[in-house]
């Protein structure tokens, strides 16, 4: 055989009662990135809401920002040290580590031992990063709905700070490694969708918005402008649009990509069969 093979894709069946699939309430960063990357896995996670079981890494990140958010929301600022962190991780750690969440991904006492090392690492290196006793937050996860070109844009911003000067910040945690210089125009995609968010709910435009990736102690600031939001507008408007013609059709491709290693979906994803069928006869 001379040149790649594609894998040959059955569309997996309907297994909706409906004539065509119904479209979801809202377009958020994770649905776009979605989409964009699979509209199967956007079809199973979104539409049709099949069991994704979280993973290790995802619990991380949910484990540190519940800390940072209790950090912010509750502690006055000069009391903002690691010191309070840990007691507040360790306030939060019997109830996480007994959710049904956790308890899926059966880590035994040494992997447990494990994570929790990791989680302390990654708040260390939080404030390695920055000083919180000098923040001044003005809204932490904050819930933000808003109508733009008829589509209903939601997120949740982990922090909207207001420096001394008036500007506004948005911070955005991640607990990975900060991406390749390739890859890294897309992953600011979402603190752009979040910077919209603010100027349509809240009125005000950050001046910044900042990822912080503790995985590597690396901080990606960018600047929205009038360019950025209406490259945002017209890339949702677009992505939607896709979406919508996806729902009527009841067409929702596989894209496989190195994403599929880490994909909830592949036990049930055509792709992958049809990947492993290819490989299986070529031996
Ligand atoms: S395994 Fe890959 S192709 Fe299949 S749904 Fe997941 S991301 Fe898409």
Sequence with gaps: MTGA??????????????????????LTP????????????????????????????????TLVHVVLQQLFAEVTPCERTPERARAILEAAWPAFRSDDEFLALELDEAATASFLREIHSLLARYFALEDPTQ??????????????????????????????????VLVDYKTGRSPRAERSRSRLTGVQFYALLCERVLGVRPSEVRLMYLGDQVVVVDEPTDQSMRGLRQRATAVWAAIERACATEDFRPNPS??????????????????????????
Excluded at 140 to 160: C, F
Excluded at 261 to 280: Q, W
């Design 5 to 26: 093979a594609s894998p040959s894709v059955t569309h997996p069946p309907r297994n909706l009662a409906t004539v065509s699939f119904p479209l979801p309430s809202t």
């Design 30 to 61: 994770s649905k776009l990135g979605r989409f964009v990357n699979c509209p199967l896995a956007f079809r199973y996670s979104y539409i049709e809401h099949l069991p994704e079981p979280a993973s290790i890494y995802q619990l991380r990140g």
């Design 135 to 168: 923040v001044r937050p003005v809204g932490v996860e904050l819930d933000l709905h808003a109508e733009v070109d008829g589509i209903d844009l939601h997120g949740i911003i982990d922090r909207l700070d207001h420096l001394p000067d008036g500007r506004f």
């Design 258 to 283: 190195p994403l599929c290693k880490t994909c909830a979906f592949r036990g049930t994803c055509p792709a992958v069969a049809a990947e492993s069928n290819l490989v299986g006869a070529a031996r």
